[in-house]
T-cell receptor
Framework: AQSVTQLGSHVSVSEGALVLLRCNYS??????LFWYVQYPNQGLQLLLK??????LVKGINGFEAEFKKSETSFHLTKPSAHMSDAAEYFC?????????????FGTGTSLTVIP | DTGVSQDPRHKITKRGQNVTFRCDPI?????LYWYRQTLGQGPEFLTY????????KSRLLSDRFSAERPKGSFSTLEIQRTEQGDSAMYLC???????????FGQGTRLTVV
């Protein structure tokens, strides 16, 4: 069974400060991991994904995440927060089967950027 | 490629009425998902299609909910006898076979009054 835990439902950072959003997963098989961002009344937009290969993945808008198998984590970071980064962020896990399979989403972290 | 399209974007309905939502996936994406999202929560899986076949359905899904994907193209989600607890954002996503991510539509926000 797959599951995702996002620690911290609300995170506030100052503009220009480091952004760190935490995600831990549970999976019985090697997972695919994703971070999505959602702006108010919008659908989800992919920030980045980990499937295979390099464990440090870079995404859009300066975000990156590192897959750490030993810690079952996939934390999202950005060196310098921008006002436009204020949004809801969701971590998701999917397994490596080709049988389709759903995404399992965390409960989300709301990021506030303080000017 | 215009992305995943959902219609309508907003729907207000009276309790007890039936509603139907439509999703047009990205062409060539043979996998299609429906999710429900309530305020402050992550998307919750409802059902999954591969081409026209409905391969997976959440055990939490009431029998008032039904989904179809005729001919493996667009999909519809119908809710019969709506209840106030059905008020949520309904998200559709499509995904190619293989390692690709899911692409989401902008959702349909349902309000049951």
């Amino acid at each position: 069974a797959q599951s995702v835990t996002q620690l911290g439902s609300h995170v506030s950072v100052s503009e220009g400060a480091l952004v760190l959003l935490r995600c831990n997963y549970s999976s019985s098989v090697p997972p695919y991991l994703f971070w999505y961002v959602q702006y108010p009344n919008q659908g989800l937009q992919l920030l980045l994904k980990y499937t295979t290969g390099a464990t440090l993945v870079k995404g859009i808008n300066g975000f990156e995440a590192e897959f750490k198998k030993s810690e079952t984590s996939f934390h999202l970071t950005k060196p310098s927060a921008h006002m436009s980064d204020a949004a809801e962020y969701f971590c998701a896990v999917s397994d490596q089967s080709f049988a389709g399979n759903q995404f399992y989403f965390g409960t989300g972290t709301s990021l506030t950027v303080i000017p | 490629d215009t992305g995943v399209s959902q219609d309508p974007r907003h729907k207000i309905t009276k309790r007890g009425q039936n509603v139907t939502f439509r999703c047009d996936p990205i062409s060539e994406h043979n996998r299609l998902y429906w999710y429900r999202q309530t305020l402050g929560q992550g998307p919750e899986f409802l059902t999954y299609f591969q081409n026209e076949a409905q391969l997976e359905k959440s055990r939490l899904l009431s029998d008032r909910f039904s989904a179809e994907r005729p001919k493996g193209s667009f999909s519809t989600l119908e809710i019969q006898r709506t209840e106030q607890g059905d008020s949520a954002m309904y998200l559709c996503a499509s995904r190619p076979m293989g390692l690709g991510e899911a692409f989401f539509g902008q959702g349909t926000r349902l309000t049951v009054v």
